[in-house]
């Protein structure tokens, strides 16, 4: 099986400008590279299977380059429905350097090179992007573009009706600059990389062979988005996402895609993700390939004491062993539990009604005297319960339970 073969089974490849010619291509080292654009400090999991592609390219021999688009980033690659917030040069700089670091530490120093285009845009003019680019560029063309059409009738600035002539003029850049002849990203960059390519032959004429490749975006299979946790973000920055709730989120990632994710972003090999099917269709309810997946991506991204901390942590939240918890991991354990916030004292019933855990007091007193509920893994029968910040952990946070899966967090903070 060669590369290619390898990157449709593990469903990379989508479209490809030339997969032929880029079979043959590959069979020789070749460099590329993937754009991200600086919006945030941070990348989040939506960006994994971008930032390991470029990895599992390296892994071949080939010579993958990541661009941060300091100078793209301030543009914004237009959305469908509306125009993004522009944002200052300083934010900018600064989400470069830290996504920068970031990547270095998932992918290795020496495995990808790093470029920001703010180097070479930094000095180009109004006129010399007009003359040297934009005149390579017909507007009905443009105007095609999904993104572009898409915005017609609610609208476009000129400003991001441009950024795919930007992106095009980076693999230029890097085209002369670093012989960069492949360009990969997800499936939503087709355009911009087809632009990419025009760009490129029409000023360094039709012998000049370059190839563009995306990857279908990650989906679920309920169509609920990859990459968010109760609608926030998983981040790849254990101080916005602390490396519990990272792991937690593959754990539980549902039967019908964890072999999808498995093939996506993971670094095993063919035979061994064949095997793992083999063993999560025999035996799905001991998660077998949610474990996998889990411990991989979290010692990829924080490193394996972050991963043995998870595995510890998950160990304390099964056996409800929560009086081991620092305050910082309760809160991370439980960032996804009902809240609840009380000044001194809550009583019982009102904390399951605010939370809405019970729909009503009737029902609430109906929960504690069945038996349903635990207060700080003891479990509670008296509906005149009260609960007191004395007797909550680190005096800041109380644990309700009702059943096995329900928790409510009592915040005296």
Known sequence: MNFIEELQFRNLFKDCSDTEGLKERLNQPITLYCGFDPTADSLHIGHLQQLLLLKRFAMQGHHPIALLGGATGMIGDPRPTTERALVSLDVIAHNVQALAKQMKHIVGDASIGFVNDYDWFKDVSVLTFLRDFGKHFNVNYMINKDVVASRLETGISFTEFTYTILQASDWLHLYNHLNCEMQVGGSDQWGNLTSGIELIRKVKGSDAKVYGLTQPLITKADGSKFGKSEGKNIWLDASKTHPYVFYQYFINVSDDDVINFIKRLSFKTIDEIIELEAQHLAAPHLRTAQKQLAFELTEIVFGKDALDHAIKLSDVYFNQRFEDLSLVELEAVFEDALKV?????????????????????????????????????????????????????????????????????????
């Open 341 to 413: 916030k009380a000044v001194t004292s809550i009583s019982l019933i009102d904390a399951l009604v605010q939370s809405q855990l019970a729909t009503s007091n009737r029902l609430a007193r109906d929960l504690i005297t069945g038996g349903s509920v635990s207060v700080n893994g003891v479990k509670v029968d008296d509906i005149h319960a009260q609960i007191h910040q004395s007797e909550a952990y680190h005096h800041a946070y109380t644990i309700i339970r009702k059943g096995k899966k329900n928790y409510i967090l009592v915040d005296f903070t």
